[in-house]
C-alpha cells in the first residue's frame, strides 16, 4: 500500500470513529460537520475532500451493512424456485416458512429490509435527507435506494411472470415499495402512531399479500 493510501485510509477511520461517537453522544440532529473534524483532528478542508456533507458520512458508516444485505437480498431475487417433485410430498417451505415462491422470496426481502431500517432508521433518514436536500433528487436516485428498487422490481417481476401475484406494473411496484419501505414513513408510524416493528412489517406484508392469487 502506497503512502498516500495509507494515509487516506487513515484519515477514513478517524472520520468515521469521530463521527460515531458524537452520533453516540450527540444524537444526528447535534453534529455537525465541524464537531466532526475538531473530534477527528482535522481540519474542515481535509474533511470536505472528502465527504460533502453527513450523509456521506453516514453512508460509509452503514457501507458494510448495506452491502451485506443487498447483496443479501440480490443473492435471494436470483434463487431459482425449486420445482416440487409429484411423488414428494414433504411441503419444502421458502425462507419465511411458506411455501417456496416468488412471493415468499418477496415476502422475506420486505422482512429484511425492516430489520435493517429498524436498527438504522435515524442514519438512513439524515442519509436520505441530505441527498435529496441539496442535490434536488428524489431518494430513489441514491445508490442504496437505487439498487433496492431494482431487486424488488426483480421480485416484482418473477411473481407476476410465475402467475403468483396480480399483473402489476413491475417497475412501478419496485418503487411504491421502496417508498414505503423508507425510513421517514418507518419514523413517523413509530412515532406518531406508536407502530412497532412487527405491526409495520406486518402492515407491509399485508399490501403484498392482497396482490396474491
Known amino acids: 500500500m502506497n503512502q498516500d493510501r495509507r494515509e487516506t485510509d487513515l484519515y477514513r477511520e478517524r472520520i468515521l470513529k469521530a463521527a460515531r461517537q458524537l452520533f453516540h453522544e450527540h444524537g444526528l440532529d447535534g453534529v455537525s460537520m465541524y464537531m466532526i473534524a475538531r473530534t477527528a483532528g482535522i481540519g474542515q478542508?481535509?474533511?470536505y475532500r472528502r465527504y460533502a456533507d453527513i450523509g456521506e458520512i453516514g453512508s460509509d458508516l452503514l457501507r458494510d451493512n448495506t452491502e451485506k444485505l443487498l447483496s443479501g437480498l440480490e443473492a435471494l431475487a436470483n434463487e431459482p424456485i425449486r420445482q416440487s417433485d409429484p411423488?414428494?410430498?414433504t411441503e419444502k417451505k421458502g425462507r419465511d416458512g411458506r411455501k417456496d415462491s416468488y412471493l415468499a422470496y418477496l415476502r422475506s426481502a420486505i422482512s429484511q429490509v425492516v430489520d435493517f431500517t429498524d436498527e438504522h432508521a435515524e442514519l438512513l433518514l439524515?442519509?436520505?435527507s441530505e441527498f435529496t436536500g441539496k442535490k434536488q433528487l428524489t431518494q430513489f436516485e441514491h445508490p442504496i435506494f437505487e439498487k433496492l428498487n431494482g431487486i424488488l422490481t426483480d421480485l416484482f417481476r418473477q411473481a407476476v411472470q410465475a402467475r403468483e401475484i396480480r399483473e402489476v406494473e413491475p417497475p412501478f411496484?419496485?418503487?411504491a415499495l421502496t417508498a414505503v419501505l423508507s425510513p421517514d414513513l418507518y419514523l413517523y408510524q413509530q412515532?406518531?402512531?406508536?407502530s412497532t416493528k412487527a405491526e409495520i412489517r406486518q402492515g407491509i406484508l399485508t399490501?403484498?399479500?392482497a396482490l396474491a392469487i
Do not use: N
Open 45 to 47: 478542508g481535509s474533511l
Open 87 to 89: 411423488e414428494d410430498r
Open 126 to 128: 439524515r442519509i436520505k
Open 173 to 175: 411496484m419496485g418503487s
Open 191 to 194: 412515532k406518531v402512531h406508536g
Open 207 to 209: 399490501l403484498v399479500d
